[in-house]
Each structure stands twice: as C-alpha cells, then as structure tokens.
Nanobody
Framework: QVQLVESGGGLVQAGGSLRLSCAAS????????MGWFRQAPGKEREFVAI????????KYVDSVKGRFTISTDNAKNTLFLQMNNLKPDDTAVYYC???????????????WGQGTQVTVSS
C-alpha cells in the first residue's frame, strides 16, 4: 500500500506563489509515475502535472506551463509542486497521486492523497 499526504495549500493573492508537498510512504516503486491533479467546484478533477519517479520526465497541462514546476526528492519520498504567478483560475483542491503508468488520465492512478485547498484571490 502507498499513503500520500499533501500539505502547503492556502490563500494567496493573484501573482503570488505557493509550494505544495506530498509525502509518500509505503511501497513506492521506482517505476511509478507521480502526479498533481486539481478539482475546482462544479468541475471534474483534471491533470496538472506528472513526473516519472526514476527518470524525472515531466508533463504539464498547457494552462500551467511556465508557471508550475513538478519535482521529487526521491531520498525523502516527497513530491513537490512549485506554483508561481498564480491566477484565480488556479483555485481548486489539489491532489497528489501515484500510478504505474506514465499517463495523464486520472482513472489510471491507484493512490490518492486527501487533497489540499489552494485559493487565489483577485
């Protein structure tokens, strides 16, 4: 089993920055893909960014390219999402997830954290 716990959410003004963390415990295999997804009120959960655990290949949704950076600290089993130049449209609950395939489809992810709220005021 894999357990994921997010932290770092909060309230920030537009243009500000936040850094989300996701502490992973349990059996993390090097072949896993880790991802950040988000869900705004009334909307489906959507892909934000993913990273392959062993070779750090990344992918981002177009709306966050150049503003968000996904990274890992493999020694500490921790996933990060650095979010800069935040916009009100980034307001959502952010979830980290772990899966066995390098895909952006949320349905392919096996393990999920509880989520952390990010609110961006205009």
């Amino acid at each position: 089993q894999v357990q994921l716990v997010e932290s770092g959410g909060g309230l920030v003004q537009a243009g500000g920055s936040l850094r989300l963390s996701c502490a992973a415990s349990g059996r993390i295999f090097t072949g896993y893909t880790m991802g950040w997804f988000r869900q705004a009120p009334g909307k489906e959960r959507e892909f934000v960014a993913i990273i392959s655990w062993n070779d750090n290949i990344t992918k981002y949704v177009d709306s966050v390219k150049g503003r968000f950076t996904i990274s890992t600290d493999n020694a500490k089993n921790t996933l990060f999402l650095q979010m800069n130049n935040l916009k009100p449209d980034d307001t959502a609950v952010y979830y980290c997830a772990a899966g066995r395939r390098y895909r952006t489809d949320k349905d392919l992810y096996d393990y999920w954290g509880q989520g952390t709220q990010v609110t961006v005021s205009s």
